[in-house]
């Protein structure tokens, strides 16, 4: 019998990913504390971002994931652009206060888990970038290039996807739509999703050769071999195909840093017709950069396992906005997702 890919689960699996990822809220607070002194820093004074990362040491991504972490714990605060105390922070997290409490969190200070997030701040994520798994780039021993570790990883992240592809579905209008082109598109079940939503669409997943094998048994499973195309190659260097009424990025940018992201995003405008629209399905964070607390330990999650982090809405608007687009609104799909679109 062919799936739908339309198909909602009966419950919401939000919770299971937020338990998932608690594990870095234990992580940054104790390496806040205990490796970085973030607290007794602010302690002394106010300090911008740039201040505040420069006397710690990190360089300008591990020190967004950090202070957006610590911002949505409300344990720090933007107020006209310094960083400052909030009043919990300011009486159990500086040493020498008559509630401190940074001795029993720094008691976790050389756990494993702990150490390696402090060393990963300190670096900027891995030292080599073959130790970034979710993603591929040119030159590097990439997991997305060995057929074993290619199966294993697309159909991991694809348990979220069959989720979520739903939700997006619904959320797209796209009944006038031909083409569409799914850019890092996985297993392709966001396309498979969209074109059972859209009877008109055919849909184009571009991604590594090995990846694509796996999006060759989901189509089939799916009953759309005959709308769905497979194109092979690096989505940062080869020709993309032209003229999609549709481009869709879903949860891809959030694996690379800005000027990465610059450079998807004006190579998938380049790829879209006049009037046509770039989707960037993701995770975003407050335009404060200040939480929301999951979407921020998701953030650190990207952070340690890809070269990216989450993103603010805002910041997407003004990459979408300087490649020629105009963004929209964020609609809202599952677990954490939303959508936002550029139109040309």
């Known amino acids: 019998m062919t799936r739908s890919a339309l198909d909602r689960p009966a419950i919401d699996p ?24 973030v607290f007794e820093k602010l302690a002394a004074g106010t300090k911008s971002h740039e201040q505040l990362a420069g006397e710690i040491g990190l360089a300008p991504r591990p ?21 400052t105390l909030t009043k919990n922070a300011a009486e159990h997290l500086v040493p ?3 509630f401190f409490v940074g001795d029993y969190v720094g008691l976790a200070a050389e756990a494993p888990g702990v150490v390696h997030m402090a060393t990963l701040l300190r670096n900027n994520g891995p030292e080599r970038r073959d130790e970034t798994a979710f993603i591929y780039r040119e ?46 598109g996985g ?36 009953g759309v071999t005959d709308r769905i195309e497979l194109a092979a190659g690096d989505m940062f260097i080869d020709p993309l195909p032209t003229d999609c009424d549709l481009v ?25 017709s006049d009037g046509g629209r770039l989707l960037i399905h993701d995770v975003f964070l407050n335009d404060a950069l200040d939480g929301p607390l999951p979407i ?27 490649a020629g687009l105009t963004p929209s609104a964020v609609a809202p799909t599952a677990v954490h997702c939303g959508v936002i679109a550029g139109q040309a």
Not at 198 to 211: G, H, Q, S
């Open 96 to 98: 020498g206060g008559a």
């Open 139 to 184: 030159g590097t021993g990439a997991s997305m290039e060995a057929e074993a570790s290619a199966r294993h990883l697309t159909l991991a992240l694809a348990g979220r996807a069959k989720n979520v592809a739903p939700a997006l579905a619904a959320a797209v209008e796209a009944s006038s739509c031909k083409t569409l082109l799914d850019l890092g």
């Open 296 to 322: 921020a330990l998701y953030s650190a999650a990207l952070f340690t396992l890809t070269e990216g982090r989450a993103y603010s809405a805002a910041e997407y608007r003004a990459m979408l906005t300087d």
């Open 63 to 83: 020190a967004v994931v950090l202070f957006t972490a610590l911002k949505a714990m409300r344990l720090i605060e933007d107020v006209a652009g310094r960083l």
């Open 248 to 272: 869709l990025l879903s949860n891809i940018l959030h694996d690379w840093d800005v000027p990465e992201c610059r450079t998807l995003i004006e190579r998938s405008a380049k790829a879209l």
């Open 187 to 222: 297993t392709g079940i966001y396309s498979i999703a969209l074109v059972q939503q859209n009877p008109r669409l055919k849909a184009i997943v571009f991604d590594r050769p090995e990846v694509l094998k796996v999006a060759a048994e989901m189509a089939a499973e799916y």
């Open 14 to 37: 939000t919770p299971i990913f937020e338990l998932f990822r608690g594990s870095y809220a234990t992580e940054l607070l104790t390496a806040a504390v205990a490796h970085f002194g």
